[in-house]
């Protein structure tokens, strides 16, 4: 009976913890998220339309924006969900559409800080191509798939094409897949909505895209410790040409590591034990899968927090985005300032 009424209290207990974080603190942090990422990146996209895409630089900035825009249209489906404000026909469409969209957002601005650190790398680290003196096919091969290319507008427009493709293939076909008819017994399930092909494919786009993500991260910490590297030995050179443009990068390069470990690390970390959770020979516990739960859902908030951080990333980067923000808030100060000597100089009168 002891052992009944402990069980029964632990369920007490997690179903009221359930109720208040999933159901009521997270809703309310969406909320939050939304509203100031929609600002910052509304802003930003309005200063990006007017920056030409003269770089490879501006060109993966620019996708990182689209990439945002995207996961922020996802978020009132997720808040309304989450509020249970919609009945089960919401949790359908966040399982079918928003979830899919938002996943698919969130890796394309993970494969893009990739891309971005590699285009400092080239930058910074290697600033002077090899001279090739030969035109032997190894030399034509070499030039052909050098990095530098990751500099130019043209070869960085056909990177975000494929990037974007490659993700739209593997992750998109989820939301088709996700295809039994709902009721309100299985709505609140996405695993439940998806045909038997639909689960295999949903195993294969995971596997895919967290193989992605960790890729990404061993080449950031490859990129950034070359950086660092690069820095000391200018720091030890009583001379060097490149010490103002290494130090600027350094600190836009490290701007990236901070976001990429705030929003993204925590929640790979949290899903490898949640996976194996979810495995039907899995030994968890009920309470563990419970915590673990709770746990996924506050790191995919740090992930989904990213839309808040990035604009952080194009004004420490980009000096064209940062001047042309300057001069923006600039003006907008003369503005207010002529306004405010304009009213005083009519009350005096």
Request: some cysteine; charged content about 15%; aromatic content about 12%.
């Amino acid at each position: 009976m002891a052992h009944n009424n402990s069980t029964s209290l632990l369920s007490n207990q997690t179903a009221d913890f359930n109720s208040v974080f999933t159901l009521k603190i997270l809703p309310l942090l969406y909320f939050v998220i939304f509203l100031v990422g929609s600002l910052l990146n509304g802003g930003a996209a309005c200063i990006f339309f007017r920056v030409p895409a003269d770089s490879g630089l501006v060109v993966y900035l620019k996708n990182m924006v689209v990439a945002d825009l995207l996961m922020l249209c996802t978020y009132p489906f997720r808040i309304v969900a989450q509020l249970e404000l919609g009945g089960w026909y919401i949790h359908v469409i966040v399982c079918r559409y928003s979830a899919v969209i938002f996943y698919c957002s969130m890796y394309m601005g993970i494969l893009f800080m990739g891309l971005i650190s590699l285009e400092r790398y080239v930058k910074i680290v290697r600033t002077s191509p090899s001279s090739i003196t030969t035109t032997s096919c190894r030399t034509r091969v070499a030039r052909i798939f050098s990095l530098h290319h990751l500099q130019n507008p043209k070869c960085a427009r056909v990177l975000a094409v494929l990037s974007w493709t490659l993700l739209t293939v593997f992750l998109m076909p989820n939301s088709l897949l996700t295809s039994k008819e709902a009721n309100e017994e299985n709505a609140r399930k996405c695993m439940d909505l998806k045909t038997a092909l639909g689960k295999e494919w949903h195993r294969v786009s995971s596997i895919f895209s967290v193989s992605m993500f960790w890729v990404t991260l061993a080449v950031l910490a490859f990129c950034y410790a070359s950086i660092s590297r690069r820095i000391y030995q200018s720091y030890r050179r009583v001379r060097c040409d490149n010490s103002d443009v290494c130090r600027k990068s350094n600190r836009s390069i490290f701007s990236i590591l901070v976001v990429f470990f705030i929003c993204f690390v925590p929640y790979h970390v949290c899903r490898i034990p949640y996976t194996l959770s979810q495995m039907p020979e899995s030994s968890f516990s009920r309470y563990a899968r419970f915590l673990l739960l709770q746990v996924k859902e506050g790191t995919l908030f740090l992930s989904a927090l990213n839309v808040c951080l990035d604009p952080i990333i194009y004004f420490l980067m980009c000096r064209t985005f940062r001047e042309s923000l300057l001069r923006k808030v600039s003006r907008r100060e003369r503005r207010r300032r002529r306004s405010l000597t304009t009213a005083q100089s009519l009350s005096n009168i």
